[in-house]
């Protein structure tokens, strides 16, 4: 089993920058794909990125690609999402989740986090 603790959520003026952690316990943290997802208030849960084991491989929503980063660091158990040019619409709270395949479905996923919330103000 792997626990999932997100961390770096805050408030931001738009246009600005944050940094998400994923830290993740136990040995295995490298055996699972992992990715982002966020939720707004009255949506659903919407996949952000993903990377596959090695982080190698990433896959972006379109609606961040080329703004967001999403990375991992085996040996720290911790994956990341670097966030630039923040906008209003991407304020949500953002989940990490772990899982055996990279994918876009929440459904893909056996662990999640309990959620960090970022705020962009305009």
């Known amino acids: 089993q792997v626990q999932l603790v997100e961390s770096g959520g805050g408030l931001v003026q738009a246009g600005g920058s944050l940094r998400l952690s994923c830290a993740a316990s136990?040995?295995?943290?490298?055996?699972?794909?992992m990715g982002w997802f966020r939720q707004a208030p009255g949506k659903e849960r919407e996949f952000v990125a993903s990377t596959g084991r090695s982080g190698g491989s990433t896959y972006y929503a379109d609606s961040v690609k080329g703004r967001f980063t999403i990375s991992r660091d085996n040996a720290k158990n911790t994956m990341y999402a670097q966030m630039h040019n923040l906008k209003p619409e991407d304020t949500a709270v953002y989940y990490c989740a772990a899982g055996p395949t990279s994918s876009r479905y929440p459904q893909a996923y056996y662990y999640w986090g309990q959620g960090t919330q970022v705020t962009v103000s305009s």
């Open positions: 136990g040995r295995t943290f490298s055996t699972y794909a």
